[in-house]
């Protein structure tokens, strides 16, 4: 039939025999009566669009032409597709065009997407929105040969095609011999944005489908967010007060520099319109904690020199350049780690480095440039900056601890500690959340509570950890739980959900209640640890690498390497052995990845500035035939500077873990153990290592030299 009778045949029939016509017809004609065919098309499949077809019948129609017997027809190289979106008929509706496309013999298109180098979206001089695709070398030159077939062709159309649905299937009217392509298709300019996105994005493994969408709200309550916030506020606010109160005038500085730097990260965040998660907050943390670091380094090398009777101004000059070493080193290591971590993870790891990175560059610039600032400000008045109060001249006079030489005895504190957790883990295990197993998912309608109290009451009827967030309208709540997940048992759907509507009885929650179940698979998934995994690998070699080739000593890369591994062991050890004795969950997932992350970044911060300590201590006394006692001195020196840091990193964590909700609780734990541990390895056993690798004791060299 032509056009006009498949028009006419899917009208609505004016009586029951022109009903039974059509139904006759449609019998008869089973393909035929459901595609208006493209009147300029001879014969389908040679040039591409063979008509359109109602929504109602495009899974018939479709299977229809994919039978056996039907494709028998068509050269096996023809492939039938419909259009992305749909054409609105008067009198019909809505309807899709449909195309028949040449394959390769294995059924693939003929050049697929990887060989896209970039797509953008733009107008054409028409005003209407169109994709601007260019293609790589390899791209190009296949391109060329496609483009120049279909022209000689009889400007035969060349289709683009995304998740089997032909986007767009211009006649080519000249070759396309620079790889560079313009796409059209009648597209607002949403849809040529999403177009470009997914061409840039490369082939896609699989199609994307869209099988659920509903807004999901944060896993932490009002309430909790709330807490957590003024736990921050509170937090910093009491950094604030303590630098002041311990540097005076010169802590005044610190702070503006620290406000600064921390508007400049959210600034960057806004800017680009990222949103501030857990793993985004740990990096934050751990930038704050090395902003303020590196104005305490600068602080604490001035009041030195001031101690032998500098002046003033040969003290600030000597100061700070002592200062840039250690303060370049801590940063670099760090930003070593942030761009293996930034270019190869992914997920919560990848969201850490970003912030991390943002923060390094703010921190480096605030930190030395700004208070440099006010201090030459000071002395260009006349005026000289405090870099001590009355109560900070009396901490940490004359220290003269023996590290190295009960080193030992720390060695084996750890060794215990790491031991029991080893033991704890086998026996006991870690609890791993939803996020790394997987687990139940049900929406559950429940009147009159909140995000909190629903979690509250779940958690004391559900033995392990349960996720919870709020679901789209009022009353709706995305409850997720790992709890008999790896059970083989056929009623373990139903026991879990049973706790689920047990445990919200108080707010008549009844099976009624929960509008949908489901099992859900992990959401680290398995390329995202794998990823993860090796970025931090990598980030541990460019460290060990930077630290050997600055110190010119492979003990120290080793020494730094091993107290790293050390921290990891003890946060991971304290898991195992306090999971089910501390009042709150303690789950190895995104949040607790996020914190390891912090706890290896502040870690190598603080090893890195006791090593640059160290070395200059044994440059000073190269004549000293033991090294111990010179790394010794050097500890003590800088016991200042790493007590005072840790103090004020340690206590913003602290007063959000005691006051910043439930939620929090398991991550800033972990923060809390790995401020802890770092600070105790960089002393305790990075420093020592180096002792032992190296030697204690050393040849005197000789003076003519």
Same mark, same amino acid.
């Not at 499949?45 to 899974?59: C, P």
């Not at 930003?335 to 921190?363: C, D, T, Y």
């Given at each position: 039939g032509d056009k006009d009778t498949a028009a006419v045949a899917d009208k609505e029939p004016a009586d029951d025999n022109q009903q039974l016509s059509q139904e006759e017809f449609r019998r008869q004609n089973p393909l035929q009566s459901r595609i208006m065919p493209n009147a300029s098309e001879t014969e389908w499949?040679?040039?591409?669009?063979?008509?359109?077809?109602?929504?109602?019948?495009?899974?018939f129609v479709i299977n229809y032409l994919n039978h056996p017997e039907v494709r028998a027809v068509y050269p096996d190289q023809v492939q039938f597709r419909y259009a992305f979106k749909a054409d609105l008929f008067p009198d019909v509706g809505e309807v899709y065009k449909i195309y028949a496309l040449k394959s390769t013999p294995q059924g693939n298109p003929e050049l697929q997407g990887e060989v896209v180098a970039d797509a953008n979206e733009t107008f054409s001089q028409k005003g209407e929105a169109e994709v601007t695709m260019t293609m790589n070398s390899e791209g190009a030159a296949q391109w060329a040969i496609i483009t120049q077939e279909a022209f000689e062709a009889n400007n035969a159309p060349v289709a683009i095609v995304l998740d089997s649905a032909v986007y767009s299937a211009p006649h080519v009217n000249q070759p396309i011999l620079d790889g560079r392509s313009n796409i059209s298709g009648g597209f607002t300019l949403d849809e040529a944005t999403d177009l470009a996105n997914i061409l840039k994005a490369g082939r896609l493994d699989a199609p994307t489908n869209i099988i659920e969408e509903a807004v999901v709200g944060p896993s932490l309550g009002k309430a909790s967010i709330t807490a957590g916030l003024i736990s921050l506020f509170i937090g910093f606010s009491m950094v604030i007060v303590f630098m002041i109160v311990y540097y005076s005038k010169a802590g005044i500085y610190a702070v503006v520099a620290l406000l600064t730097n921390l508007f400049f990260i959210l600034g960057v965040l806004a800017g680009y319109g990222a949103a501030l998660t857990l793993p985004g907050m740990a990096g934050l943390v751990l930038t704050i904690g090395m902003a303020v670091d590196a104005n305490v380094l600068i602080f604490e090398r001035v009041k030195e020199e001031l101690a032998t009777g500098k002046g003033f101004k040969a003290a600030v000059k000597n100061g700070y350049m002592a200062a840039y070493s250690s303060?370049?080193?801590?940063?670099?290591?760090?930003?070593?780690?942030?761009?293996?971590?930034?270019?190869?993870?992914?997920?919560?790891?990848?969201?850490?480095?970003?912030?991390?990175?943002?923060?390094? =560059?703010? #921190?480096?610039?605030?930190?030395?440039?700004?208070?440099?600032?006010?201090?030459?400000?000071?002395? #260009?008045?006349?005026?000289?900056?405090?870099?001590?109060?009355?109560?900070?001249?009396?901490?940490?006079?004359?220290l003269s601890y023996n590290f190295i030489g009960r080193r030992r005895v720390f060695y084996i504190v750890s060794g215990i500690v790491i031991a029991l957790g080893i033991g704890s883990m086998f026996t006991k295990g870690l609890s791993t959340g939803v996020d790394l197993k997987g687990g139940w998912s049900y929406v559950v309608h429940v009147d009159g509570a909140t995000l909190d109290n629903v979690k509250s009451a779940l958690g004391e009827s559900i033995p392990e950890s349960v996720e919870v967030k709020t679901y789209g309208a009022d009353g709706q709540f995305k409850v997720t739980t790992s709890y008999l997940i790896n059970s083989k048992d056929a009623e373990t759907s139903e026991t879990v959900k049973n706790l689920v509507v047990n445990g919200l009885k108080e707010y008549n929650v009844t099976d009624e209640s929960i509008l949908s179940e489901a099992k859900v698979g992990p959401t680290i998934a398995e390329d995202i640890r794998r990823d993860s995994t090796m970025a931090i690998v990598l980030s541990l070699i460019g460290m060990f690498i930077y630290i050997v080739l600055r110190f010119r000593k492979w003990g120290f890369g080793l020494g730094a390497t091993i107290a790293l591994f050390h921290d990891v062991?003890?946060?991971?050890?304290?898991?195992?052995?306090?999971?089910?004795?501390?009042?709150?969950?303690?789950?190895?997932?995104?949040?607790?990845?996020?914190?390891?992350?912090?706890?290896?970044?502040?870690?190598?911060?603080?090893?890195?500035?006791?090593?640059?300590?160290?070395?200059?201590? =044994?440059?000073?006394?190269?004549?000293?035939?033991?090294?111990?006692?010179?790394?010794?001195?050097?500890?003590?020196?800088?016991? #200042?500077?790493?007590?005072?840091?840790?103090?004020?990193?340690?206590?913003?964590?602290?007063?959000?873990? =005691?006051?910043?909700?439930?939620?929090?609780?398991?991550?800033?734990?972990?923060?809390?153990?790995?401020?802890?541990?770092?600070?105790?390895?960089?002393?305790?056993?990075?420093?020592?290592?180096?002792?032992?690798?190296?030697?204690?004791?050393?040849?005197?060299?000789?003076?003519?030299?």
């Open positions: 499949g040679s040039g591409g669009f063979i008509g359109w077809v109602r929504t109602r019948d495009k899974d303060i370049v080193d801590a940063n670099v290591t760090t930003l070593i780690a942030a761009i293996f971590l930034m270019r190869f993870g992914k997920g919560p790891v990848a969201g850490f480095a970003i912030i991390l990175l943002i923060g390094i =560059l703010s #921190s480096l610039f605030t930190a030395i440039f700004l208070t440099r600032l006010f201090v030459e400000r000071d002395m #260009s008045k006349g005026v000289e900056t405090n870099f001590a109060s009355n109560i900070s001249k009396k901490f940490f006079n004359k062991l003890i946060v991971f050890s304290l898991f195992s052995i306090f999971h089910g004795i501390l009042p709150f969950t303690m789950d190895i997932d995104q949040a607790f990845i996020a914190a390891i992350l912090t706890v290896v970044g502040y870690s190598i911060n603080d090893t890195v500035v006791v090593f640059d300590r160290v070395r200059e201590f =044994l440059k000073i006394h190269k004549f000293e035939k033991n090294t111990g006692t010179v790394i010794n001195s050097a500890i003590n020196q800088t016991l #200042s500077r790493t007590m005072v840091t840790s103090f004020t990193t340690f206590i913003v964590v602290l007063i959000l873990f =005691l006051f910043g909700g439930e939620g929090l609780k398991g991550f800033t734990f972990a923060l809390l153990v790995g401020i802890a541990v770092g600070t105790y390895s960089s002393i305790f056993i990075a420093t020592p290592i180096v002792v032992d690798v190296t030697g204690e004791q050393r040849r005197v060299k000789s003076k003519d030299k």
